[in-house]
């Protein structure tokens, strides 16, 4: 079954505790982001990937990392996780980056920082 | 900037009744247009899209039409089904090296039985 994979679904740590949330699609998509989604603001683009070892940032990058050494895995690093950071993420693939290229989203990940 | 405004709701409906959810946007050059939904618990899921001017694009009994004149692509269904409860997010993306999806805020849909 094509699939964005996210983990873990939920994930509830400390301010400054570096932390991982991994992202792998199975569809050999090139075009890989991650995206935040908060109450009355929609999502927003954190990091995108055009392909493997490219990577640029979105419209709020402050805070994250990401890397793209496979193709098919993106993970979201967080080096010093603050609380600004709850919120729900996803992450989403498409074959290529063409205006109408449909995308495909994983089931999330709720962070919370305390 | 490119933006998507749509109405943020909560829209309560009861089965069977006529849907409208407005989407209007703000971006230069040729927009793609989508509709994405997420039902709870989960990630989100295209529900439809429309490419160019007038397009027409639908899904599952769902439709909404490209209006360059009035730069809207406002969501339609003539029958809701409780299983329609969702929330329902307009995008576009104007392509480039970023493939970024502009999204509204989401408009939360519930359907009673």
């Known amino acids: 079954e094509a699939q964005v994979t996210q983990n873990p679904r939920y994930l509830i740590t400390v301010t400054g505790k570096k932390l991982t949330v991994t992202c792998s699609q199975n569809?050999?998509?090139?075009?890989m982001s991650w995206y935040r989604q908060d109450p009355g603001l929609g999502l927003r683009q954190i990091y995108y990937?055009?392909?493997?070892?490219?990577?640029d940032k979105g419209d709020v990058p402050e805070g994250y990392k990401v890397s793209r050494k496979e193709k098919r895995n993106f993970p979201l690093i967080l080096e010093s996780p603050s609380p600004n950071q709850t919120s729900l993420y996803f992450c989403?693939?498409?074959?290529?980056?063409?205006?109408?290229?449909?995308?495909?989203f994983g089931q999330g990940t709720r962070l919370t920082v305390v | 900037g490119d933006s998507v405004t749509q109405m943020e709701g909560p829209v309560t409906l009861s089965e069977e009744a006529f849907l409208t959810i407005n989407c209007t946007y703000t971006?230069?050059?040729?927009?793609?247009l989508f509709w994405y939904v997420q039902y709870p618990g989960e990630g989100l899921q295209l529900l439809l899209k429309?490419?160019?001017?007038?397009d027409k694009g639908s899904n599952k009994g769902f439709e909404a039409t490209y209006r360059k004149e009035t730069t809207s692509f406002h969501l339609e269904k003539g029958s809701v089904q409780v299983s329609d409860s969702a929330v329902y997010f307009c995008?576009?993306?104007?392509?480039?090296?970023?493939?970024?999806?502009?999204f509204g805020k989401g408009t939360l849909l519930t359907v009673n039985p």
């Open positions: 990937s055009m392909n493997v070892e490219v990577t």
């Open positions: 971006a230069t050059g040729y927009p793609s």
């Open positions: 995008a576009l993306n104007k392509g480039g090296s970023n493939y970024k999806l502009t």
């Open positions: 429309a490419t160019k001017a007038d």
């Open positions: 989403a693939s498409s074959f290529r980056g063409g205006s109408n290229t449909e995308a495909f």
């Open positions: 569809m050999n998509h090139e075009y």
